[in-house]
């Protein structure tokens, strides 16, 4: 599997880009924001001739979906997320209280994603984690065969996810990493939200928040 990421919108959101040699391909958490930012991602795709196959949420934070909507207009894809991320606002309630208006509502999910669901594009396998407390129905995506895992806002390079905006919580936050993530094969590679990727082993013995915890 190739992983390509890219930084977008004033919150540096990651945007992931997973593919094989078969061309298919999956993105994570869209948040292409300006126009110049959704160019980058669509030349990236039109260059290695690529066919996205899902859009997929770990959760629906501003950050994480600002480029939804391109995505739908572009490829004609709606969004794939767990039902319970309609619990929080809508984009333009979110983005008014972050001071980033925006004046429309993106499409929504045809297609909800449960615990425990497999994506499968190309030859990959995505694992659906239910990993709640960050927002309502935070997903990770676990690959086992390429020993990594998606992890939205819920586990960063030594930090955890904020836990005072809707519906977060900080017990539930913690419960998830402990029983979904940190179970995992110390050697899989984390892919945050924000920031650089670190591993199942890093965190269990560097993240002070998990030390604590333990
Ligand atoms: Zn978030
Ligand atoms: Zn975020």
Same mark, same amino acid.
């Given at each position: 599997?190739?992983?390509?990421?890219?930084?977008? %919108?004033?919150?540096?959101?990651? #945007? $992931?880009? +997973?593919?094989?040699?078969?061309? &298919?391909?999956?993105?994570?958490?869209? !948040?292409?924001?300006?126009?110049?930012?959704?160019?980058?991602?669509?030349?990236?795709?039109?260059?290695?001739?690529?066919?996205?196959?899902?859009?997929?949420?770990?959760?629906?934070?501003?950050?994480?979906?600002?480029? %939804?909507?391109?995505?739908?207009? #572009? $490829?004609? +894809?709606?969004?794939?997320?767990? &039902?319970?991320?309609?619990?929080?606002? !809508?984009?333009?309630?979110?983005?008014?209280?972050?001071?980033?208006?925006?004046?429309?509502?993106?499409?929504?999910?045809?297609?909800?994603?449960?615990?425990?669901?497999?994506?499968?594009?190309?030859?990959?396998?995505?694992?659906?984690?239910?990993?709640?407390?960050?927002?309502?129905?935070?997903?990770?995506?676990?690959?086992?065969?390429?020993?990594?895992?998606?992890?939205?806002?819920?586990?960063?390079?030594?930090?955890?996810?904020?836990?005072?905006?809707?519906?977060?919580?900080?017990?539930?936050?913690?419960?998830?990493?402990?029983?979904?993530?940190l179970p995992l094969p110390e050697n899989t590679e984390i892919y945050p939200g924000h920031g650089p990727s670190t591993t199942v082993k890093e965190?269990?013995?560097?993240?002070?928040?998990?030390?604590?915890?333990?």
């Amino acid at each position: 599997m190739q992983i390509k990421f890219f930084e977008f %919108n004033p919150v540096f959101v990651r #945007t $992931y880009v +997973l593919f094989d040699e078969t061309k &298919e391909a999956a993105i994570i958490d869209c !948040g292409a924001y300006t126009d110049e930012e959704q160019q980058r991602l669509k030349k990236f795709i039109d260059t290695n001739e690529l066919k996205v196959k899902y859009l997929l949420n770990t959760h629906l934070h501003f950050d994480h979906i600002l480029g %939804n909507q391109f995505i739908y207009k #572009t $490829y004609g +894809l709606k969004p794939q997320y767990h &039902e319970m991320e309609e619990l929080m606002p !809508g984009l333009r309630k979110q983005t008014v209280v972050f001071g980033l208006p925006i004046d429309y509502e993106p499409v929504g999910a045809e297609h909800y994603i449960e615990d425990g669901d497999i994506i499968s594009f190309g030859n990959i396998r995505l694992k659906a984690l239910l990993t709640p407390g960050h927002s309502p129905g935070s997903l990770s995506f676990y690959s086992e065969e390429n020993d990594c895992v998606f992890t939205g806002d819920v586990l960063f390079h030594h930090d955890i996810g904020r836990t005072d905006l809707w519906g977060g919580s900080e017990e539930t936050l913690i419960s998830s990493i402990q029983n979904k993530l940190l179970p995992l094969p110390e050697n899989t590679e984390i892919y945050p939200g924000h920031g650089p990727s670190t591993t199942v082993k890093e965190e269990k013995q560097h993240n002070p928040k998990i030390k604590i915890i333990q």
